[in-house]
């Protein structure tokens, strides 16, 4: 599986840092509307497993089965900073970055979203492998402002992604995880 790669200006000391990096609401919802939003998303997966571990978002875009994550807010932090940050903000469960497992980039368009209007978000995926007692932590810990709490963190394989009607985005994460067709 290959990694994602952050690239610096060339011959640059290190992050490129600003103050004040983040924007606020009413403004970003002006953002939203005008130019893709720069997200990270982790799906999470169990080894030898031939499924996802996805959860249920009650918020738009998307109130669906979905991956877990969000926008990169910080000009100084890697995609896989970004990825761990997101995870551990929306279901307080730490993910060693180092074991992420990059997947591919896509451009999603959203009819609408939670702030109003339509909008687009360039994501960076990552997948990321858990136990049984990794996705009972995430399950508990789902936020309930974004995700369904009952619903938890459930076992997806292509059979269900599916008859559910799901995402096609999802069923492609599934076959480049694990290389099928």
Known sequence: MMHAKTYLEPGAQGPIV???QRIGDLAYGEVVNKMPIPCTDVVFFLPGDLALYLAKRNIKPHP???VIGGRIFFNDETLEASAARCVKRETGF???????LFIGS????WSETAQGGVGKNLV???AYPISPADRATI???LIG?????????QRFDENRLK???????LIDMLRTIFRLG
């Not at 402002?145 to 963190?153: M, N």
């Open 124 to 126: 960076v995926t990552f």
């Open 145 to 153: 402002s974004e995700y369904v709490q009952d619903f938890g963190l």
């Open 94 to 100: 730490d993910i060693d970055p180092k074991k992420l």
């Open 139 to 141: 399950s508990s810990g």
């Open 163 to 169: 008859e559910g009607n799901c995402h096609p985005a």
């Open 106 to 109: 896509s451009l999603y368009a």
């Open 64 to 66: 669906r089965v979905w």
């Open 18 to 20: 600003t103050e004040n």
